[in-house]
């Protein structure tokens, strides 16, 4: 195995910038932001999704992963978090290939909505003004927002999965240096 | 960077602020619902808004700008307190004009200006749980959330019209958030309520000795509990400010000497001080 690339420049302050970014993406459902730049993490791990589990995963929060041995070792390695086997069981799960699905994920309870998992989806692009149409929480009106690469079938499960608020997941989708959010509140429909 | 030595940045280690941070993006996500997190000492006392600090202290980066009020007013020893505080663990600017923050901290007031979305207000909470004088079993509460089982509160609000004509609550008036959660707005005045409704800045709530966390996310239903037969109406002093003369701002009642003289003035001294300053090269021409 070749030697581990660099986590963050600066943990503390790249992390709290990451951490903005993601807040701000989750408060404003489809809004695009920036996130890992600079960051070089083995493939097939993006930079963005990278600097989302840099920030926000360690010891406490159990990972599932479907990104390779190489990019679970640069993960351990800067995040520290538990990879488990079952992606029901995981607090962060990242799918760069084919998604597990949604309802196999940990959903939470009516009492303890928060323990619902959170999805870090790469994709392909990730592109505002167009595509699908958000509303609900975070949105005045509408927000568009261009997924290339969703998985199929995604914005069915999606209904499912906003159908059982307070419970279910919350999703981060992440393109290269690029992420948005699906709070478990947003309302998707086809553009 | 100017800050404290020996202090990570912010002075939370970065664990708690990761801790913290996940709290906050569930909150998001189940907007007006509490979430427990792993509350740390802070070098403050509980009841100098330790939950808001910690929530201040996790969200905070060197671009920002924060400002610090009690009551409305950035001149008081707590507000003067966190302020410093922040400078030295942080060393972020801080300033006393709504306009110019990106966060701002927060107990018993929201600013009159409106927020933008660029900004983000932290509320100190000493007490999170709208049900906690209806049911003070954490176990049931947490039960009735997740029932969204709220009779007990309409009953108390109800119990109030039979006996005063009107809902006697003027502080800490419960809310409904997105259609869903009964929440606390913390100790704010009534008269505030409305301006957490739609607002366009991200609302966050920190509780540091009950250990919770709660979120409103942007252009959000918030609405104040009421009846069909008696809507929720806020309230304010029937004056206007002595300074700035002002007629749709909040107001705090001063008392001006020992003989009892009294006056009304802002409560919000940024808004205040502006209004006064825009009026005065106006009334100087005249
Ligand atoms: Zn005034």
Redesign the interface.
């Known amino acids: 195995m070749t030697a581990l690339t660099a986590g963050f420049a600066d ?3 790249d ?3 990451t ?2 970014a ?2 701000e993406a ?3 459902p489809g809004r695009v932001q920036r996130a890992g730049a600079g960051l070089r993490p083995p493939g097939p791990l993006n930079a963005a999704a990278a600097a989302v589990l840099l ?4 010891a ?2 159990p990972l599932w992963l479907d990104a390779g041995a190489e990019a679970e070792a640069w993960l351990r390695f800067h995040c520290g978090a538990p990879v488990v086997a079952a992606a029901g069981a995981a ?1 962060f799960v990242l799918a760069t290939r084919a998604a597990p699905a949604l309802a196999s994920l940990a959903q939470g ?3 303890e ?2 323990q ?1 998992a ?1 999805l870090v989806l790469q994709v392909a692009g990730l592109e505002e003004g167009a595509g699908w149409r958000l509303t609900g ?4 009106h509408e927000h568009r927002l261009r997924v290339a690469g969703a998985p199929p079938g995604f914005v069915a499960a999606w209904a499912a999965n906003r159908a059982a ?2 419970c279910g997941v ?1 999703v981060v989708l992440c393109a290269g240096e690029h992420l948005a959010a699906l ?3 947003v309302a998707i429909a086809e553009g | 960077m100017s800050t404290m030595e020996g202090y990570n940045f912010a002075y939370l280690d970065e664990a708690t602020k990761r801790m913290i941070r996940r709290a906050i993006l569930k909150a998001v996500a189940i907007p007006g619902h509490q979430i427990p997190f792993g509350a740390r000492e802070m070098p403050l006392p509980y009841g100098w808004g330790t939950g808001g600090i910690q929530v201040t202290a996790s969200i905070l980066g060197p671009q920002d700008t924060l400002k610090v009020i009690d009551q409305g007013s950035d001149d008081t020893t707590n507000a003067i307190s966190i302020r410093r505080f922040f400078r030295r663990v942080a060393g972020v600017a801080t300033t006393e004009h709504t306009a110019e923050a990106s966060i701002i901290q927060t107990r018993h007031r929201i600013p009159e200006r409106p927020l933008r979305e660029d900004q983000i207000i932290v509320y100190q909470v000493p007490q999170p749980e709208p049900l906690f004088r209806l049911e003070p079993r954490r176990a049931e509460t947490k039960r009735l959330h997740a029932l969204a089982d709220y009779g007990l509160m309409h009953v108390r609000l109800y119990e109030d019209i039979a006996r005063l004509g009107h809902i006697a609550k003027a502080y800490d008036y419960p809310v409904m958030v997105n259609g869903r959660y009964l929440m606390s707005p913390s100790p704010i005045p009534a008269f505030d309520n409305p301006k957490m409704d739609r607002m366009p800045a991200l609302q966050l709530f920190g509780a540091g000795r009950e250990k919770r966390i709660y979120a409103i996310p942007p252009y959000t239903e918030v609405r104040s509990l009421d009846f069909e037969d008696h809507p929720f109406r806020p309230i304010r002093a029937p004056h206007a400010c002595a300074l700035c003369r002002s007629t749709d701002t909040y107001l705090d009642e001063v008392i001006t000497d020992d003989a009892g003289g009294r006056i009304f003035v802002c409560s919000d001294t940024d808004f205040c001080a502006e209004r006064q300053a825009a009026a005065a090269p106006k009334e100087a021409a005249e």
Do not use: N, Y
């Open positions: 943990p503390v302050l992390a709290q910038a951490f903005r993601v807040l989750m408060s404003r920030s926000l995963a360690d406490d929060t607090a309870s009516e009492e909505p928060q619902g959170t929480p975070g949105i005045a608020f307070p919350d709070p478990r509140t």
